[in-house]
């Protein structure tokens, strides 16, 4: 992207790339310019820890950390940062992506990670969550926000309408 990334979205695994660029479409849904790669907690612990640490500097304002199984690196990212952290469970096991879950929810005190659903929809949240949390000081961003909650909104007023219409077409 051309401008300097203020969000930061690191995925465990490359295979969970398809679940996480759910954020990067949320974030350029509202013209948030980002950076993606991928980090392990376990397999590059440093890289992990140099990303995590050099990610103010680069610009990056939030990060959105993706991890399945046992889900450590939202946790270290978290420990390695100052930033706000998001942390987004994929199902990548047997346990269908509540070990992630637990595992990213289930942070000690004085190591936040705010933690979404599990998948796509916690992937596509975290990207909207992310821009709320960088709209608290963007007037341009309220704005944005404002009009795609307009919008959720309107999408649920159609809906209702052509129920309705399919409620009486079906003679009820």
Known sequence: MNDKPLVGILM????????????????????????MTVSSAHRSPQRTAEYSRTARQRGVRVLIVGAGA???LAGVVAA???????????????LKGLDALLATVQMPAGIPVATMAIGKAGARNAGIFAAQIIAGSDPVMIEKLETFKQE?????????????ERLVRDGF
């Open 70 to 72: 046992a889900a450590h």
């Open 152 to 164: 959720l909104a309107a999408g649920v007023e159609a809906k209702a309408e052509a129920l309705q």
């Open 80 to 94: 390695e940062s100052t930033l706000p952290v998001i942390g987004v469970p994929i199902d990548a096991s047997a």
């Open 12 to 35: 465990g695994s490359d295979s969970d790339y398809d679940i996480m660029v759910e954020a990067a479409r949320a974030l350029q849904r509202f013209d948030i310019p980002f950076e």
